[in-house]
């Protein structure tokens, strides 16, 4: 069973507006959740992450909003540029524990 | 530091041979996790050390798969008799974890593995 489920495999939107890109969770132990960007040929970087004690979290252009009465997560860029095109994946963990677990990702394209 | 590194970033062997990548991490990082990652999935977890120590492994790794840090530096992963679905992006991540708090991933470039 799936525990991230980032059900949007794609996403495109134009230079300048606003992409959201969202994820839902099943394990309630999940305490922290992240935001990774990976490009081609590179290993994902880390972006945004957010604790359960909190519901919004912003860095920059980049907000991330965790619902966790509905198990939802959701990243917010805004706005978009065309070197955000990149496939984003949500992660979770549990803070004492060591591993993450991943959604399969969503490819953003940011048109000019 | 230049962040997590792994070699090789290419491997095609033959089905059966055995296969042994190598991450380094960055150098001030407690912890060093091992992904595997296929098309079009996200980087499922395979293990990971804190220290020298492994603390904790995939039940979905099989016995053929064996990792070590021995020094709590660089780790090696290695692959004994290669089957053909164990073709994946393998990647390395290193953190800082302290008590109470979790930290961010770094990962390096993967090792992209074909087994023919």
């Known amino acids: 069973d799936q525990q991230v489920k980032q059900n949007s495999p794609s996403l495109s939107v134009q230079e300048g507006r606003i992409s959201i890109l969202n994820c839902d969770y099943t394990?309630?132990?999940?305490?922290?959740f992240l935001w990774y960007k990976k490009y081609p040929a590179e290993g994902p970087t880390f972006l945004i992450s957010?604790?359960?004690?909190?519901d919004k979290n912003e860095d920059g252009r980049f907000t991330v909003f965790l619902n966790k009465s509905a198990k939802h997560l959701s990243l917010h860029i805004v706005p978009s540029q065309p070197g955000d095109s990149a496939v984003y994946f949500c992660a979770a963990g549990v803070e004492n524990a060591g591993k993450s677990t991943f959604g399969d990702g969503t490819t953003l394209t940011v048109k000019p | 530091d230049t962040g997590v590194s792994q070699n090789p970033r290419h491997k095609i062997t033959k089905r059966g041979q055995n296969v042994t990548f190598r991450c380094d991490p960055i150098s001030e990082h407690n912890r060093l996790y091992w992904y595997r990652q296929t098309l079009g999935q996200g980087p499922e977890f395979l293990t990971y050390f804190q220290n020298e120590a492994q603390l904790e492994k995939s039940r979905l790794l099989s016995d053929r798969f064996s990792a070590e840090r021995p020094k709590g530096s660089f780790s090696t992963l290695e692959i004994q008799r290669t089957e053909q679905g164990d073709s994946a992006m393998y990647l390395c991540?290193?953190?800082?974890?302290?008590?109470?708090?979790?930290?961010?991933?770094?990962f390096g470039p993967g090792t992209r593995l074909t087994v023919t």
């Open positions: 991540a290193s953190s800082l974890w302290q008590t109470g708090v979790a930290y961010e991933q770094y």
């Open positions: 957010i604790s359960s004690i909190k």
């Open positions: 394990n309630s132990m999940f305490d922290y």
